[in-house]
């Protein structure tokens, strides 16, 4: 009799919609993608130096096929290199002689730079996440330490990056230290309002069931505060992946993006196509790191309400 | 144990303390675990870098730090004063760049809901990239030396959190409000001047407290790639790899000042402006 | 259905509770309570808002400690019943948690005994299907309506078996048709399970169709008005409600909360009632 009636009511949420939102996102994300290049590619149309065929110098040998109507100095190849000619140069060796191509080389780079970039991430994570149960305990430590936390967050942290490459010598430590140190400030403060964003009525529930501290934070606190938890973890990541870099290139390490990034741009004037592909190549770093953190959230919070909201 | 029933305990007796003298009291117990903090920890740093001879490593004394202040404020090499002003040129320019150019857009994206479902997914991706490493790009476009790279760089990283909040303020009204207005035959015009722009005041300065970090983050990290000389960034590199920590912690040290004077000027401006809302009134604990 | 036991499961004797500690002024909240509940035997607890009720319940539960008195529970002080777990409790609000499913909602207090998994599934699956949700047990709280939600935490309160029921106002955010059959499904479980409940209840109609006995409190300070046997005959359904005896007893509880005081102004939906709860929530746990 009650199940029947009850049940008409209920069911709120269509697991389908997760799938069509998704695709229809993707096709936006192709839109801009192809947007960009017709703006890109036409403002050299109108605007840039003779288009030559892709890949090639400039010479008898190679005559040009269009000659845009205007020269502005921004769409010159030096500062707008065409967008094939920039795909061709990954396919390319990465200097004279090499037999890395730019891709294998900025692939190795990229993965160098994730490695230290994920250590400093978790490290940062853990520490954030142990300091703010510390201050969820214990009033008196919050009042003494927090003022600083909150306050550092108006500071331009990312300054202290290149005095601590510098400090630690060319090694992946000083790299390590700059992400876990970007990381653990906006984990700190998610975690200190997700552990006490539990509803009082949850605790005293546990009360009647005479749970122990711990279980109370093991159950009910912890869990509730994972969705702040990883609000923090998705701006960490970006900031860990940009630390990693910054440090890098102060620290002179030679196989990061960082390094990378600052020798194409030290030879600018001879392969501007190859500064591009290096900055992509961060780019695609910081969305990879972005979406595992993402795809993490959306495992771990599954089941929960505005769990699939951005 | 909870701590929501000893922060409401905490209240309650601070509430109840007797008179002026007991509030002042209260203020003090309650500040005092942070200042003391704050007091030791540089009494520590100055022994502790003094005792065990660490100027060698990145840690000077404060003392070191305040003398490297004093005599390079003014010097010929690392012109503290004339690089922090640089700076705070470009950061500002960058801030109100960016603050324009992401409301004015985010009016457009309030106003057109097919131009919101193509800003918003594109914002969210933005804040993945590190933007930070196209400042290369914006050097060979403007000019290494010209502030307008390192302006354009503050201003994209402030743009999207700028948008994409004062378009959820200009967005996401009550509905019974909205449903007010109907009520009354307003007109689009009329909701918007009545309703959705106060809606999206907190918004908008929640953002610009992230933006003012940013711009000035953006600033002094884009210089790091490369400048004119005299701003905070190359300062912090060039003494860093002349291993003159000192100096460069007195850069960072203005550009914390900085930055803390950005926020409080935010902070200021939204009293005066928005000061019925309940953040401006109620006292929370972070 | 077994009949009352003659050993009172619940004895409270000359039970005062006093809010206000450290500078706060006192409130009593209990007066001289001496109250017997029987083994198996179904008590309404109504008053006015404000009365007590909810106190009276927790400090059955030793969720609030008493200021003065006795209170034995299953034979022991209400402190080492709560640790032994002799019962469970159903709140104004469902009190899910949202992260977990349905099941494993259920399984929670069996989790925190320590009982093997095997044992944990069982019960859960057994407890759904007492309140007739055995199809939901994948789902998730936010999936399921107001009065679904709240036969879930019906069902994870009796998950341990317990001796006693304790239950605060639980329908009190239902409408009024969900809520009758509600007190319906609540009295097929008591018949099926033997539990002794103890409900606090707004609802005259609601505490003169589930009980055994009503027991009618005065405004604040609390205590007990009278206690009045309801000899209806069970078991109880719609004719029930539509009975003489039915009205007769409803017009004695009425007129024993009127010479109580606090018929007139009393707020009529359980607004009030649910901030009283939270507060009581913040002060036992603190």
Not at chain 1, 46 to 62: I, Q
Not at chain 1, 85 to 99: H, K, M, V, Y
Not at chain 2, 190 to 201: E, G, M, S, T, Y
Not at chain 3, 64 to 84: F, I, L, M, Q, S
């Amino acid at each position: 009799m009650a199940t029947a009636a009850a049940a008409r009511p209920s069911i709120a949420r269509e697991p389908a919609t997760a799938g069509r939102g998704v695709g229809r996102t993707a096709l936006i994300y192709l839109g801009v993608l192809v947007a960009i290049f017709v703006i890109w590619e036409g403002v050299k149309f109108l605007g840039g130096v003779p288009w030559r065929m892709p890949g090639a110098l400039p010479g008898p040998n190679n005559p040009a096929i269009w000659n845009p109507p205007f020269r502005w100095d921004f769409a010159n190849d030096l500062r707008l290199p065409h967008i094939w000619n920039i795909l061709i140069a990954l396919g390319q060796p990465f200097q004279r002689g090499a037999d890395e191509t730019l891709a294998q080389y900025l692939f190795g780079a990229a993965l160098y730079t994730w490695r230290e970039a994920a250590i400093g991430f978790a490290l940062g994570a853990l520490l954030g996440l142990v300091l703010a149960t510390t201050f969820v305990h214990s009033r008196l430590l919050e009042r003494a330490f927090v003022p600083y936390v909150i306050a550092s967050q108006t500071v331009p942290i990312i300054a202290l990056a290149p005095m601590i490459a510098f400090a630690f010598g060319q090694n992946v430590l000083a790299v390590v230290i700059i992400a876990t140190y970007l990381t653990f400030f906006p984990v700190t403060i998610a975690m200190i309002r997700g552990l006490r964003s539990v509803d009082p009525r949850a605790v005293e529930l546990m009360r009647s069931y005479a749970a122990s501290p711990l279980q109370v934070y093991l159950k009910v606190r912890l869990p509730a505060s994972l969705p702040y938890l990883f609000t923090a973890l998705k701006i960490s990541a970006t900031a860990s992946i940009v630390g990693a870099i910054i440090g890098e290139d102060a620290g002179s390490i030679d196989e990061g993006l960082g390094r990378v990034i600052t020798t194409f741009n030290q030879y600018y004037a001879t392969g501007p196509e190859k500064l591009w592909t290096a900055i992509l190549a961060a780019a695609l770093v910081g969305i990879a790191f972005y979406l595992v953190v993402r795809a993490a959230e959306l495992f771990v919070l599954r089941g929960r309400p505005g769990a699939a909201a951005g | 144990m909870s701590g929501a029933a000893a922060g409401a305990g905490a209240g309650v007796v601070a509430a109840a303390g007797g008179g002026a003298a007991g509030r002042w009291a209260q203020r003090v117990r309650y500040y005092a675990p942070a200042v003391i903090v704050f007091v030791g920890a540089i009494v520590a740093w100055e022994l502790i870098v003094g005792a065990l001879n660490l100027q060698k490593f990145i840690l000077p004394k404060p003392t070191a730090i305040v003398a490297a202040l004093n005599e390079n404020l003014t010097s010929s090499r690392f012109n503290l004063l004339a690089s922090a002003q640089a700076t705070l040129v470009e950061a500002l320019g960058g801030l109100a760049i960016g603050t324009v150019a992401g409301v004015v857009v985010a009016f457009a994206t309030a106003r057109w809901a097919t131009a919101r479902g193509v800003l918003l997914p594109l914002a969210i991706a933005a804040n993945a990239v590190p933007i930070i490493a196209f400042a290369p790009i914006l050097n060979n476009w403007f000019g290494l030396e010209n502030p307008l790279s390192k302006m354009v760089m503050a201003a994209v990283l402030v743009f999207f959190p700028v948008m994409a909040n004062v378009t959820r303020g200009l967005v996401q009204v009550d509905p019974a409000a909205l449903e007010l207005m109907r009520a009354s035959a307003a007109t689009e015009w009329q909701v918007l001047r009545k309703v959705r722009i106060p809606n999206a005041l907190p918004y908008f300065f929640t953002a610009m407290k992230l933006a003012t970090t940013l711009s000035l983050i953006g600033a002094i990290v884009a210089e790091y790639f490369g400048g004119a000389s005299l701003v905070l960034g190359r300062v912090i590199v060039q003494s860093s790899s002349s291993l003159r920590f000192d100096v460069t912690w007195a850069a960072i040290l203005l550009a914390a000042a900085t930055g803390i004077v950005f926020y409080l000027a935010i902070v200021v401006i939204e009293r005066f402006v928005i000061p019925w809302h309940a953040s401006m009134r109620a006292t929370e604990s972070s | 259905m077994t009949g009352p036991d003659q050993q009172p499961i619940v004895r409270l004797s000359a039970v005062d509770k006093v809010f206000g500690r450290g500078g706060q002024p006192a409130t009593t909240a209990l007066e001289g309570i001496d109250l017997e509940i029987r083994r198996g035997e179904f008590v309404s607890l109504i008053g006015p808002s404000g009365c007590g009720k909810s106190t009276l319940l927790r400090v059955i539960g030793d969720l609030v400690p008493a200021t003065r008195g006795d209170v034995v529970v299953n034979g022991k002080p209400a402190a080492k019943a709560r640790r032994d777990r002799d019962y469970g409790i159903v709140f104004q609000a469902p009190v899910l948690f949202e992260w977990r499913s349905v099941e494993d909602n259920v399984k929670l207090p069996l989790e925190i005994l320590g009982r093997p998994p095997a044992e944990r599934a069982k019960r859960a699956r057994e407890m759904l299907q007492l309140v007739e949700l055995a199809d939901f047990t994948r789902h998730y709280p936010y999936q399921l309506s107001g009065g679904m939600q709240q036969r879930v935490a019906i069902a994870r309160a009796l998950s341990i078996e317990p001796a006693l029921l304790l239950m605060d106002e639980p329908f009190g955010a239902l409408d009024e048709m969900t809520r009758e059959r509600m007190n319906s499904e609540v009295l097929r479980i008591w018949e099926r399970t033997g539990t002794t409940i103890v409900f606090v209840t707004h609802s005259i109609p609601e505490a003169v169709f589930l009980s055994s006995r009503v027991v009618v409190m005065s405004a604040r300070p609390g205590r007990i008005t009278k206690v009045i046997d309801i000899d209806l005959p069970r078991p109880r359904d719609l004719e029930t409600r539509e009975s003489r005896r039915y009205f007769e007893l409803v017009t004695e509880v009425r007129e024993a909360l009127r010479a109580g005081g606090g018929l007139e102004g009393d707020d009529a939906d359980g607004g009030g009632v649910a901030s009283e709860e939270r507060t009581l929530a913040e002060g036992a746990v603190g």
